[in-house]
């Protein structure tokens, strides 16, 4: 960065005080007048004068009857009507709150604080431990009464001591706490409360303070620890392009450190740099130092990710939107899943949860982290391989489009001696990055209603499929153009079915014992017991679309790959017709 | 200035955009999320406010334990919830196993007596059907907090106003979440990725030297800066639409759909502006990018806190509610963007003049 830039972040610094003073001040003015409001009653427009978001017209009665359908709340003879549109019962909702508010703000005046509120709530909350048989078909664990008259425990009971009868705290502190936390329902205002000591509601509780427990602490995770990697990474990923694009890269590769070492010497400062930061979050929030055991593999994913589209974006602007691209998928990728901590075994795909239970005090065994984070530290692995293969100047300076730079890339890595095992080799080490890319299905896809997820899945699964072993078919065939005689595309595919299968098959054995399971792993990855049958699926993939570049061309590419995936999803369809 | 110059920097731009596909990227993107949308709407809408899961199926089940009172029944009464009364310890053990949704323990104290009645709610830790069930929990609790209070309020020395509202009147946050939230954010989203990215299309003149080429032709400095701009900001309107339209096919309706691209437009050429200006005195990607992203959070909260403020005449337009000034605000935005793109004219003319130099 250039010098000049430091007195204008002090300037702007004082600006964001000062902007943030007048927020302070003024609130945020966004929801200003949006419900509108009719009364002939002076006392309950007293009531909404104090909230911006109603407009409220003081008339005579006969003028209201008029016109009651101009507003969206009608208040009249001691009772408040809504319109029966949308938008006038969120008003009348609005207006249920405001009015609690109004109605705590006189009780709280009173002298004999136990009659204006008799009723006291003391919250105990109750750790639940997940339970993975239940959960393994996709149905969520949610008490029911299963229609018998009594409710017994099945395992130990212990003794739960009995709650005293009085309250804890004095008059004082108690008037002292409902002063400073009003009965209102601000929900962002309250995750944010969650690490700052800010006002503290007190032990106990009125009924209208009483709000709902949390549902996604994980997001506030997401936000905590995962954006400040975002940033790092961003800046990763600028380092590399800069090399790139003002070519000082090239003094870089003049001298005698090979590619590994000046991609380990760049990363190295962003790695630390991201491990400090995630070590200060945990000081800060007091959580265990466990937490950044899950996180390395995020981190050492994302410079991955940063070092690859550092290396493939052919200017600033591309480099921009790969990365938001990138992160917004990757958000979902960790935080969808982590939603369903404690709910739903599908919740372990994101390492985040597993952040999520060692915060709640759950710890997770060695065998969840292996799970979770497995596909992180593999394709972390390969991406760092390919890059490093391709880091010279021929790749770094060239400026063809992403696919092709993508293709060349691949192209480099392999042996041009022995093409075909080079093709086994790369199909399976592509197998976590698309095992990736369906598990990312699979959280996206599995709230949809049962039959449309599975449909849904098998087509986009196949699709991925296909896609992923055509690339190494793709880049050959743009390498070295004659390579390809009819011969040759048969053992091509054959190569790419046998690297595939050998992939897929010890990566299921490693880790993915929990999803296969279910039905949803069935779908994924086509049966584990034979082994001929999915041979032969994976060749007759790669044959479709290799017979389409060879007969047609470039052109022939996208319609091969989509009669590759309609064969491959009907295999799947005919298999869970079995299944189900 | 010539505008078919200006035109033809536009287009070599938007060119540049389409040829490397980021535009492709962007709308991917856009899809992406509206394809998830329904999934974020109810996620984001409980974070904004958890009562609004409000809805729930069959019903829960809820220990009760120690002194009798019309909790029970209240609990009971809409039939959201199976009251099993039993042994606090059991209860606990039952609730551990997720057999329960919630555990009440009720003490003897009288309805009219001195002393407040304390409950002890047991509930489960970060769970969604905790969240589900404690809106119920707490309707139960304010009816029984009703129930007291008529007993001891003769002890009470003033009444509120008395307004009867409906029973069902509450956990309609939706609308407002959409309406007053999620609406004003997309629709100024294309304006900032639009900001950010005339400053990558300026500073990559700088950072790849092709200035000197493009300056040997016809074109003048400003004649290329306008062309930016506008490659810049023909893209908000397309983008904000495409939200506009993504939005309706997820059943969220937005009214008054020209005025709303008008205020986008003229709000985000500000933006723009700004961007441009802080691209043209840095001239290199990370101060600027820097510089702008600060710049434009002290913008967004200083805004924000004006009533009737652009995003706040943009919510009342989509919403249908009447915002009677909102052709003046219009009026007053144009002025301030007339005087900032001045202000950048004139400051690129004296860049150009130092070039020539």
Known sequence: MSKDVLPMTVVLLVALLLASGLIAENGIRLQDGIYTVGTDDAGAAAILAGDPRFVVSLTDSAALARSQDAYDLVIADGAVRGNPTEKGRAALSAFAVAYRNYRNSVYTGEDDLFAAYPLWIDTVEVTSSLDFTATDNGQRIAPKPQGETDVRPSGPVEDLPTPPATLAASTEELRRDLADAPAENNGIARYLGMFSSGPDPGEFKTPSQLSPPLPFDSLIYIFVFIFPLYFTSQFAMMSIANERIERRGEILLSTPAGPLTIIAGKMLPYFLMMIAVSSAIVLITGGSFLILLPLVPVILFFLAAALLIGMTARSFRELSFLSIFFSTVMTSYLFFPSIFANVHVISLLSPLTLVVLQFQGTGFSAADYVYATALFWLSTAFIFWLCTRNFTEEQLFSQESLTSRLCSFIFAAMSREHPFASLAVINVLAIPLVFMVQMMYLVLLFNLPLPWSLVALILLAAFTEEVARSVGIVALFRGIPDFFTWRNVVVAAAATGLGFLVGEKLLLLVMMAQVTGSLFGTVLFSGVGLLWMPFLLHTAGALIVGAALKAGGRGAYFPGILLATAVHASYNLILIGGAL | ?357
């Open chain 2, 1 to 357: 200035m010539k505008a078919s110059h200006v035109w033809t920097i536009a287009k070599k731009e938007l060119k540049g955009i389409g040829n490397e596909r980021t535009i492709v990227l962007a709308i991917l993107l856009q899809v992406f999320i509206a394809m998830f949308s329904s999934f974020l709407v109810v996620g984001l809408t409980s974070l904004y406010d958890p009562s609004s899961l409000g809805s729930m199926s069959g019903g829960y089940a809820i220990g009760y334990a120690g002194a009798d009172s019309p909790l029970a029944e209240l609990l009971e009464e809409k039939g959201d919830f199976l009251v099993y009364r039993m042994d606090l310890d059991e209860a606990g053990a039952a609730l551990r196993e997720r057999k329960l949704a919630a555990v009440v323990y009720v003490p003897d104290t009288p309805p009219d007596g001195a002393d407040p009645v304390k409950i002890t709610l047991y509930t489960l830790k970060n769970d969604i059907s905790a969240s589900v069930t404690g809106v119920k929990i707490r309707e139960a609790m304010e009816a029984y907090e009703g129930m007291l209070r008529e007993a001891r309020s003769s002890r009470l020395s003033t009444e509120p106003v008395e307004i009867a509202v409906p029973a069902d009147a509450g956990g309609q946050t939706f609308f407002i979440f959409v309406y007053g939230l999620l609406v004003p954010l997309l629709l100024f989203m294309p304006a900032i990725i639009s900001a950010s990215l005339i400053i990558d299309f300026i500073t990559e003149e700088y950072s790849t030297k092709t200035l000197e080429t493009l300056l040997s032709t016809p074109l003048t400095f400003t004649e290329i800066l306008w062309g930016k701009v506008l490659a810049a900001w023909v893209l908000v309107p397309i983008q904000a639409a495409a939200w506009i339209a993504l939005l309706a096919a997820n059943g969220i309706a937005i009214r008054s759909i020209p005025e709303i691209l008008l205020h986008v437009s003229a709000a985000s050429l500000v933006l723009i502006l700004i961007g441009a200006l802080v691209a043209l005195h840095y001239r290199e990607r990370t101060s600027a990018q820097f510089v702008y992203s600060t710049a434009l959070v002290v913008v967004i909260l200083a805004v924000l806190a004006v009533p009737g403020n652009p995003a706040n005449l943009i919510v009342l337009l989509a919403a249908g509610s009447p915002a009677p000034l909102h052709r003046a605000a219009l009026v007053g935005v144009l002025a301030g963007t007339f005087l900032l793109a001045i202000a950048t004219d004139r400051y690129a003319r004296r860049l150009a003049g130092k070039t020539v130099q």
